[in-house]
């Protein structure tokens, strides 16, 4: 059996300067965990390893889908 399907690697973002505590609504937190899932699975899809994504990777990655889908040019 292949260890790396077993093995779950973190993702860390290279160099966080913020960190932020926002209050959240039932519905955001349910959003914002349907995205990680949902990043997860498309990670493990592309790559054929497991990973958990925490929340601000999760949203830093967020932020940069919803960048690129909607053309906002970042300085």
């Given at each position: 059996?292949?260890?790396?399907?077993?093995?779950?690697?973190?993702?860390?973002?290279?160099?966080?300067?913020?960190?932020?505590k926002v209050p959240m609504t039932d519905f955001g937190s349910d959003m914002l965990r349907?995205?990680?899932r949902f990043q997860s699975e498309k990670y493990e899809e592309a790559k054929?390893?497991?990973v958990e994504i925490p929340y601000p990777?999760?949203?830093?990655?967020?932020l940069a889908d919803y960048c690129k889908l909607k053309g906002i040019k970042i300085n």
């Open positions: 059996m292949d260890n790396s399907m077993n093995e779950v690697k973190v993702l860390r973002l290279d160099s966080p300067v913020v960190v932020r349907a995205v990680r054929g390893q497991k990777v999760c949203i830093h990655m967020m």
